[in-house]
């Protein structure tokens, strides 16, 4: 027996929990990964000093790149105003964000970014949605752009009454999947992909709720190779 919830229900949860702030299952609030910390720093400096960050949740990363110097692109379903309240009273470099309201899958880019980012967000669009984003944002990236890509394959979820749970037109990438998906994407790039598995529990019981592979991309395309050895 599988159950199948909607985007819509995948919106309204995401709007309740960040606007809340309450604790869930998927740690929105945790700090920046040590992995996200040495991409940043392996970014050519050469490389325009604005980023992109898709589906930011409750901005953490978008904040980190801002306090680095990039003039940050935020772009998720949320109304923006949770996002600009975390940011009152931030110092100076706070000004460098700009929040937009957007589904991903229609947001389209204009601009030149020398960073993106998309942690634990693509599994939720379509794999034809996925593609193209990664295209529009490839197409027009500059030499020594860096994009860290988080996204979770192989998922199963499965509620308190142990039915499987679906998403409406989610990716459901198996990992060979993804992985050829993005050796065709980023051809000449530089790139490093890891798998981590990872589950999370409910935060009021024992229970399993969401077990995944999660596949991490750093990819540089490079303005000289060596300089990301
Ligand atoms: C698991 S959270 C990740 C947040 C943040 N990237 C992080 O790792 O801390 C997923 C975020 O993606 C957003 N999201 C999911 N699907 C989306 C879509 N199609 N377009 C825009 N935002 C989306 C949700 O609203 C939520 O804020």
């Known amino acids: 027996m599988c159950v199948v919830r909607s985007q819509q229900d995948v919106t309204a949860f995401y709007l309740t929990a960040l606007a809340s ?59 923006t105003h949770i996002l600009q309240a975390r940011l009152m009273g931030l110092p100076d470099w ?37 593609r193209e984003i990664l295209t529009r944002c490839i197409q027009r990236a500059p030499a020594g752009t860096g994009h860290f890509l988080e996204v979770f394959t192989d998922i199963t979820r499965t509620d308190r009454r142990g039915r499987r749970v679906l998403i409406e037109d989610e990716a459901a990438y198996a990992a060979d999947t993804f992985r050829t998906t993005i050796e065709r994407l980023y051809t000449g790039w530089d790139r490093h992909m890891s798998l ?34």
């Open 196 to 229: 981590t598995p990872h589950c999370e529990r409910n935060t009021d019981s024992a229970h399993n709720y969401f077990e995944a592979n999660r596949i991490t991309l750093r990819a540089y395309r490079t303005i000289d190779v060596e300089t990301h050895r």
């Open 94 to 130: 706070a000004g460098r964000i700009e929040a937009v309201q957007q589904r991903i899958e229609n947001f389209s880019i204009t601009r030149r970014f020398g960073l993106v980012v998309a942690k634990d967000v693509l599994h939720y669009l379509r794999q034809d949605q996925v």
């Open 21 to 79: 702030g309450e604790p869930t299952a998927e740690r929105l609030s945790a700090p920046v990964s040590d992995r996200f910390a040495s991409f940043v720093n392996a970014v050519d400096r050469r490389a325009p000093r604005t980023a992109l960050d898709l589906g930011y949740g409750r901005g953490t990363y978008t904040l980190a790149l801002a306090r680095a110097g990039f003039q940050v692109v935020a772009v998720d379903q949320v109304p």
